[in-house]
């Protein structure tokens, strides 16, 4: 079983970071499951199931954040309820108690999103294979065609509430100034300079809200060494030592701010899962450009 703090298995710069190494050595271990969890937005017109069955790393499941939501809302892949996201990850074959590597095949992407939903539902093994995908490929693993299967697990989901933001969390948070709401939308669509990917959002961003692009936190698909990290979000006028909540265009990259500062020893209050395509479809919100 892995453990966060085993040193020996975790990257330098963070603990829920496992090498490709690691894995390779540990792929058939009986507890543990390797996930694909890759994603794309519908603008980018790639489908992500179907590349994972042209070639996924072997024995790996695939995980889909669009079917395992909140299909009571419009809003985009939305956190499920408790019960769903066990029967879901059961009849994927993996279970709370599971050593869960989660990676994507942009390098470091959706995977945040996936293994921050694993931990908000009590896995307490769950990490993100360094580098994801085009890592593993770069150094000529082996790669797995078609659908993985493994037996059906119980997994016991219970949910941690309290990592996930609200609408009503950071309405009061902009009001009271009880926290910092970082975006780690790109600088033009938080300036409302481009518009939304989605049809219907209005461009710009939260006043008071604060800018941390997720891609500045990232380079050749891997998160940056801890220095830079915190360099990234100071820079950006985020006080390190007061309470974040992490936002995004629809609460995927949002994950990515909640890794980096968990990276840092800086955990963030939660992360708001409604993000910018909660917030811009609001009309009685109010929108800041520039």
Request: proline letters at 6%; one cysteine or more.
């Amino acid at each position: 079983m892995l453990r966060p703090e085993d040193n020996a298995a975790t990257s330098p710069t963070s603990r829920w970071l496992v090498s490709t190494e690691w894995l390779a050595e540990h792929l058939r271990d009986r507890n543990h499951v390797a996930v694909d969890s890759s994603y794309f937005l519908p603008a980018q017109r790639r489908d992500a199931h179907a590349e994972y069955r042209d070639g996924h790393i072997p024995g790996a499941v695939f995980f889909d954040i669009e079917a395992i939501s909140d299909h009571s809302t419009d809003l985009p892949h939305m956190l499920p309820g408790p019960t769903q996201f066990g029967e879901a990850a059961g009849k994927l074959g993996i279970s709370d108690t599971d050593t869960i590597v989660v990676y994507d095949s942009l390098g470091l992407y959706s995977a945040a999103r996936v293994w921050w939903t694993f931990r908000l539902f009590g896995a307490r093994n769950a990490c993100i294979l360094e580098g994801g995908l085009p890592k593993w490929k770069a150094e000529g693993r082996p790669l797995e065609k078609g659908e993985a299967t493994r037996a059906t697990k119980k997994f016991n989901a219970e949910m941690n509430v309290g990592a996930v933001a609200t609408l009503a969390d950071v309405r009061m948070a902009l009001t009271s100034d009880s926290a910092q709401i970082v975006d780690a939308r790109s600088p033009e669509r938080f300036s409302g300079k481009t518009p939304e990917p989605r049809a219907g959002l209005r461009a710009g961003h939260m006043p008071g809200s604060f800018n941390v692009p997720y891609s500045r936190l990232i380079e050749n698909g891997r998160l940056l060494a801890r220095e830079r990290i915190a360099a990234a979000f100071t820079d950006a006028g985020v006080d390190l030592d007061r309470p974040i909540i992490t936002s995004c265009g629809s609460g995927v990259t949002a994950a990515i701010l909640t890794l980096a500062l968990e990276s840092i020893g800086k955990e963030p209050k939660g992360l708001y899962d409604g993000s910018w395509a909660e917030w811009g479809s609001r009309p009685d919100l109010p929108v800041e450009r520039g």
